[in-house]
């Protein structure tokens, strides 16, 4: 079974930074694509970054320039490192990692707070 489990999500000052990890179950080379995502309250779940396989990594213009996702193959791990962090960024920052369009999965969520 693959569990996603995330971590690194608080409470920061405007300007500020945090690094979030998702930790996979399984060898993350397993799958095809991994990615981060967020819901804000009263807002649907939005794409923040995406990693695929070969280490191409695309991301929401909102967060480009201010955040970098990468992938630790040796650790299963793949992190969203948050810089310059304004309020719009506050939401439920979840992992999800894919090997096939059908076949996806969700972490639980971590909570990231930025205030002004």
């Known amino acids: 079974q693959v569990r996603l489990v995330e971590s690194g999500g608080g409470l920061v000052q405007s300007g500020g930074s945090l690094r979030l990890s998702c930790a996979a179950s399984i060898r993350i080379s397993n799958f095809n694509h991994m990615g981060w995502y967020r819901q804000a309250p009263g807002k649907e779940r939005e794409l923040v970054a995406t990693v695929d396989a070969d280490g191409t990594s695309d991301y929401a213009d909102s967060v480009k320039g201010r955040f970098t996702i990468s992938k630790d193959t040796a650790q299963s791990t793949v992190s969203l490192q948050m810089n310059s962090l304004k309020s719009e960024d506050t939401a439920v920052y979840y992992c999800?990692?894919?090997?096939?369009?059908?076949?996806?999965?969700w972490g639980q969520g971590t909570q990231v707070t930025v205030t002004s």
């Open positions: 999800d990692a894919r090997r096939s369009v059908t076949d996806l999965y």
